[in-house]
């Protein structure tokens, strides 16, 4: 267990201050570590709270070093199926964006990110199921200017996150707490702990 320093405790405390309960990722069959570490990490970088998982082996894959520890700092929720773990986004009051490669995907920089947002991303070769592009409220895409068609998963989770980011620093969101308090003490407790 760690030492519980002022220090510590204070560079907890803002951390936890800033992160975004209303803003995650749903990670549909996203299977090799390196890239579930990855993105793990960009969660924790840009404040999210809690990552979402749908795997068929009914479990995640390990974490490896890329991850630097933030699984520690960003809470896994792995669901049964695609179609339960949108039921619960949904009951939750997110706006469920699924990324794809699809006519009629709307570039990632224009959507408004300052919403309770969940971010759908798929399997590293085969991309978000179409059940998922069936229940996602819109696609989005980034747009690529050179030969290839996609970037890896956790690139692509990188630079979707940091604008959600950019735009929640431009609104505020980042200016005050926005846990509810019994949620923060419990969350600062676990984090204590760690």
Not at 78 to 90: D, G, I, N, S
Request: glycine share 4%; net charge neutral.
């Amino acid at each position: 267990m760690k030492e519980r320093t002022p220090e510590r405790r204070r560079r907890l405390e803002e951390v936890l201050r800033r992160r975004q309960p209303d803003l995650t990722v749903l990670l549909e069959n996203v299977h090799k570590p390196h890239n579930l570490s990855a993105i793990l990490r960009t969660c924790d970088a840009v404040g999210v709270l809690r990552v979402h998982a749908v795997n068929p082996t009914e479990g995640v894959p390990t974490f490896n070093e890329t991850s630097s520890g933030s699984h520690k700092w960003v809470y896994l929720k792995v669901h049964p199926t695609t179609e339960e773990a949108f039921q619960h986004l949904r009951e939750k009051g997110f706006q469920i964006y699924a990324t794809a490669l699809k006519e009629g995907a709307r570039s990632y920089r224009q959507v408004d990110y300052t919403k309770p947002t969940a971010i759908v991303f798929g399997a590293e070769k085969w991309g978000v199921s179409e059940q998922a592009l069936a229940l996602a409220d819109a696609l989005i895409h980034i747009p690529m200017l050179g030969m290839v068609q996609s970037l890896n998963v956790s690139v692509a989770a990188a630079v979707i996150l940091f604008e959600a980011q950019r735009q929640r620093l431009e609104a505020g969101l980042y200016d005050a707490p926005r846990l509810d308090p019994e949620l923060y003490q419990q969350i600062l407790e676990d984090w204590l702990m760690k």
